[in-house]
């Protein structure tokens, strides 16, 4: 997959150092407000299945989860992850979707294409497959730092529930 | 070894880091002052290790947002019964929000660029919710895009050097910070020891 954005240019830094990290708080305070706290160690092999595969790698195992994870509780983190994550902004609640987020941010715009311009509806279908992958491609790009940032403040919000 | 140096800041604005850091040493680290934090820690048992580290860290990170990730994963990780980090966190947060928005003070940012970026996302979605005047949107909407997109195309140039500003400016008032507390620190513990004695 090739590099959409230059994360060691100064605006994304800025980017991952403001937007990204409140983005990232109010997921975890969003889920802890309609969910029960899970153990911190559902949490804690994210950030080495990302270091190892990627947003391809982190879906597979947040599937995998959904699927085996035995306790009602830590499903609920793994569907929240899921709709969080994964689920594009077609949904009707966009205010916790991360391409929703990342689809609003100016670094973002000039790799979109504007689905107004297109000439029909099977170009604009075309339009909304390009922009998910640009989305996906970028959320590849910025998803360790992200991860530090949800894992950080969701082990600060939960503490001693180790 | 990383680079953590972002942009090279003109005279004037180290003067009003110097400043600023100046007015939050009066106000917080003078004898006796509650949100001294270099005293709590001290005072809440906090090793000298976990001290040093926090101020290594500060000192070699790249992004403002490293050391405080780094205070809420010690507390978050720390055990009930110690409640040390638990106590310091809250405050030291605190503490350095105010310096985020100190830097945007500073810098004087300009907030175009966010605003130019919500009114295209506006605008494609109004585009394509309309659907009674869709024959209208596809006329105006591309051009109105294309306007916007100019215009942030124009401010971009300005916003990388606002960003670089901000993330050096951050990053030296949080230095500044650390020094003062590092300093407390130690000089509330050799306190802490005459009065043992």
């Not at chain 2, 809420?72 to 409640?83: I, L, P, V």
């Amino acid at each position: 997959m090739s590099e959409i954005i230059d994360t060691a240019s100064k605006d994304i830094k800025l980017f991952i150092d403001e937007p990204l990290r409140q983005f990232a708080y109010q997921a975890v305070d969003f889920f802890l407000k309609e969910n029960d706290a899970v153990k911190t160690n559902q949490l804690q092999s994210i950030p080495g299945v990302i270091s190892g595969g990627g947003l391809a790698a982190l879906k597979k195992m947040v599937d995998s989860q959904r699927e085996k994870n035995s306790k009602a509780k830590n499903k609920a983190f793994w569907n929240f992850l899921h709709q969080h994550l994964f689920v594009s902004e077609m949904q009707k609640d966009t205010a916790y979707s991360f391409h929703h987020f990342l689809r609003k941010q100016s670094f973002i715009q000039p790799h979109l294409k504007y689905t107004t311009t297109a000439a029909n509806k099977k170009q604009r279908s075309q339009m909304n497959k390009q922009n998910k992958n640009t989305i996906d491609n970028v959320m590849d790009q910025l998803l360790s730092v992200y991860f530090e940032h949800f894992n950080c403040h969701y082990f600060y919000q939960t503490q001693g529930a180790a | 070894m990383q680079d953590n140096t972002f942009v090279k800041l003109d005279d004037e604005t180290l003067k009003k880091i110097d400043v600023y850091l100046e007015k939050l040493y009066e106000k917080n680290y003078t004898t006796g002052k509650e949100n001294n934090l270099g005293k709590l820690m001290a005072e809440t048992g906090l090793g000298s290790s976990q001290v040093r580290g926090l101020e290594q860290l500060t000192f070699s990170s790249t992004r403002f947002s490293q050391v405080i990730n780094y205070i809420k994963n010690q507390a978050g990780k720390e055990k009930k019964e110690k409640s040390q980090w638990t106590k310091i966190a809250p405050k030291l947060i605190n503490q350095l929000g105010e310096l985020e928005q100190e830097a945007y003070i500073i810098v004087n940012k300009d907030p175009a660029i966010d605003l130019l970026s919500q009114a295209i996302d506006h605008v494609n979605h109004q585009a394509e919710a309309d659907k009674s005047n869709q024959e209208k949107w596809s006329k105006i909407a591309p051009r109105l895009i294309k306007r916007l997109k100019e215009a942030i195309s124009l401010s971009n140039d300005k916003e990388s050097s606002d960003a670089a500003t901000v993330l050096e400016i951050k990053m030296r008032l949080a230095r500044g910070l650390m020094k003062m507390i590092v300093a407390n620190y130690y000089y509330s513990q050799s306190q802490q020891s005459i009065e043992g004695e």
